[in-house]
T-cell receptor, first 114, second 112 residues
Framework: EAGVTQFPSHSVIEKGQTVTLRCDPISGHDNLYWYRRVMGKEIKFLLHFVKESKQDESGMPNNRFLAERTGGTYSTLKVQPAELEDSGVYFC????????????FGDGTRLSIL | LAKTTQPISMDSYEGQEVNITCSHNNIATNDYITWYQQFPSQGPRFIIQGYKTKVTNEVASLFIPADRKSSTLSLPRVSLSDTAVYYCLVGAYPGSARQLTFGSGTQLTVLP
């Protein structure tokens, strides 16, 4: 069984540019989550999809971040325009059903804003 | 949000049993307790989840006392490859992913 896949593994862009991160969850998993760890801080929740619907986006830092999950399969997280404080590691996780914590995490996208 | 407190670090030797305790004094009635393991440059890896008493799977056991204000992750016979950061999280599912804050975790170092 393929795990959660994130692309790219690393991204280096300049302040003001746009970057799109992609997450492919485990096939059939309705729940998809985005988290991030900014430098020196804890891993924090960004948002949660159930299929294609946003169940909870309370962790999204501001309107420069846009997450989509068209068709309820893969998800993208776009940062536009990127700021220096957006640097960090962005994790995606997926799980099936209710009552369980996110069980499968990807290895993250390391985003560096110059 | 239920706040958790764990030791910052622990050392152990290969073959020993390791117990990592987490305090969560303000755990809510519908909260579950979940433990994750994380290696450098990798995403967190789910270890075990429980609500009360004892839960065991192929890699670990989770002990939760009756008051649920703490929990203990038990790793039997650790090996060098168990060196990692271990996180204790508390939250209810569904709808509580925002409560899933990882905290600082416990850095476990297994020595030969």
């Amino acid at each position: 069984e393929a795990g959660v896949t994130q692309f790219p593994s690393h991204s280096v862009i300049e302040k003001g540019q746009t970057v799109t991160l992609r997450c492919d969850p485990i096939s059939g998993h309705d729940n998809l989550y985005w988290y991030r760890r900014v430098m020196g801080k804890e891993i924090k929740f960004l948002l949660h999809f159930v299929k294609e619907s946003k169940q909870d986006e309370s962790g999204m830092p501001n309107n420069r971040f846009l997450a989509e999950r068209t068709g309820g399969t893969y998800s993208t997280l776009k940062v536009q325009p990127a700021e220096l404080e957006d640097s960090g590691v962005y994790f995606c996780a997926s799980s099936q059903g209710v009552g369980m914590a996110p069980q499968h995490f990807g290895d993250g996208t390391r985003l560096s804003i110059l | 949000l239920a706040k958790t407190t764990q030791p910052i670090s622990m050392d152990s030797y290969e073959g020993q049993e390791v117990n990592i305790t987490c305090s969560h004094n303000n755990i809510a009635t519908n909260d579950y307790i979940t433990w994750y393991q994380q290696f450098p440059s990798q995403g967190p890896r789910f270890i075990i989840q429980g609500y009360k008493t004892k839960v065991t799977n192929e890699v670990a056991s989770l002990f939760i006392p009756a008051d649920r204000k703490s929990s203990t992750l038990s790793l039997p016979r650790v090996s060098l490859s168990d060196t990692a950061v271990y996180y204790c999280l508390v939250g209810a599912y569904p709808g509580s992913a925002r409560q899933l804050t990882f905290g600082s975790g416990t850095q476990l170092t297994v020595l030969p």
